[in-house]
């Protein structure tokens, strides 16, 4: 039972690159969450979804975009990156809103 | 943003000292947890608490939902060398955009063998 994982674990970008960080879940759970962790920062809602097809913005969405087609698996996307979004990048999913998350491993992004 | 007080930032203990860290907050929650991340590793969850005085252990840990709703707290008894990491509280206030986790801003333990 793989959880929740992440792909790629490293990627180093030029700044105005795009990519795209891979999540998925194999527990069937209805929402799945971005965060990004920064040294002293803890962790910080990106964006979020309650469902397949859905999406909604946290508290830091800016520069980034999220997709939901299947459900399971939530893509983050950054379309023009920048030093700003060096970070640890973490996705997470639960089986309902009032439930603790099941976190992946992370992706360590550095943009030069 | 709803913020989450989490204290203190970091911890330096003997192997076999007690730990007790905390997270506080001015705004009610529903929900609290505790998270243990180990370095290069996603948190994982240890405790979960649901209720207001609510007394929840796990092993040598025990964790405490504050009878104000807005605080809770982490005990770890008799630490051991794998107790090193970065420990999160989080906090849900209720349904919908209210049920997203917001996250302290975690507390360093190092244990020295």
């Known amino acids: 039972n793989a959880g929740v994982t992440q792909t790629p674990k490293f990627r180093v970008l030029k700044t105005g690159q795009s990519m795209t960080l891979l999540c998925a879940q194999d527990?069937?759970?209805?929402?799945m969450y971005w965060y990004r962790q920064d040294p002293g920062m803890g962790l910080r809602l990106i964006h979020y979804?309650?469902?397949?097809?859905?999406?909604a913005k946290g508290e830091v969405p800016d520069g980034y975009n999220v997709s939901r087609l299947k459900k399971q698996n939530f893509l983050l996307g950054l379309e023009s990156a920048a030093p700003s979004q060096t970070s640890v990048y973490f996705c997470?999913?639960?089986?309902?809103?009032?439930?603790?998350?099941?976190f992946g491993s992370g992706t360590r992004l550095t943009v030069v | 943003g709803q913020q989450l007080n989490q204290s203190p930032q970091s911890m330096f203990i003997q192997e076999g000292e007690d730990v007790s860290m905390n997270c506080t907050s001015s705004s009610i929650f529903n929900t609290w947890l505790w998270y243990k991340q180990d370095p290069g590793e996603g948190p994982v969850l240890l405790i979960a608490l649901y209720k207001a005085g609510e007394l929840t252990s796990n092993g040598r840990l025990t964790a405490q939902f504050g009878i104000t709703r807005k605080d809770s707290f982490l005990n770890i008894s008799a630490s051991i060398p794998s107790d090193v990491g970065i420990y999160f509280c989080a906090g849900q206030q209720g349904g919908g955009s209210q049920g997203n986790l917001i996250f302290g801003k975690g507390t360093k333990l190092s244990v020295k063998p």
């Open positions: 997470a999913s639960s089986y309902s809103s009032f439930q603790g998350y099941t």
């Open positions: 527990m069937n759970h209805e929402y």
């Open positions: 979804s309650v469902g397949e097809g859905t999406t």
